[in-house]
């Protein structure tokens, strides 16, 4: 392969992306990245852009039926944009929630407020509730439908009946 075809290649694959979010109305890193400059106060942008910011997000809320069941609060820091694979579909995220790297949140996740924090590389399953002030490690996983009531140490898996901790 000639370096024609892979700048065509490239080109045709910006291309598709572009394309891609005109017709979802959603585009992930344009989304986190402007929500970023939206919900923080220290941020130098002119009031104008954070305006313009805070129009594009809410139309991608309503054109995606996120004002229904859905709440990424304005006090939760997200260090890197959160991994959505069905996307915001019920989640509920409290307002002073510190999340230290990236993140995998499936569908109907409920982690509320209390000053937590979220370590890099979590993920957690569809349904999972967080309680208030819970800190969670490095490398977890919380299993679907889990409720977690205790912190959790860096590299452990949480699953059902009963949660309980398992370590790697």
Not at 57 to 82: E, Q, W, Y
Not at 145 to 150: A, D, F, K
Request: hydrophobic share 40%; aromatic share 8%.
């Amino acid at each position: 392969m000639n370096i024609r075809n892979v700048m065509k290649y490239c080109q045709s694959a910006r291309l598709g992306i572009l394309f891609k979010s005109i017709i979802q109305h959603y585009n992930h890193d344009k989304y986190w990245k402007r929500r970023s400059i939206v919900v923080n106060p220290h941020n130098r942008t002119s009031i104008l852009m954070k305006l313009y910011y805070l129009w594009y997000i809410k139309r991608c809320d309503a054109f995606n039926n996120c004002s229904f069941g859905t709440n990424l609060n304005s006090g939760a820091v997200f260090s890197s944009s959160p991994i959505l694979p069905h996307g915001p579909n019920g989640i509920i995220v409290g307002h002073d929630l510190i999340f230290e790297g990236s993140v995998t949140i499936f569908q109907q996740v409920t982690i509320m407020h209390g000053g937590g924090k979220i370590g890099n590389n979590v993920m957690f399953g569809a349904g999972a509730k967080v309680l208030p002030g819970i800190s969670i490690g490095n490398n977890v996983k919380v299993g679907a439908n889990c409720v977690v009531i205790e912190d959790i140490p860096d590299n452990a898996t949480v699953v059902l009946p009963r949660p309980r901790i398992i370590v790697h």
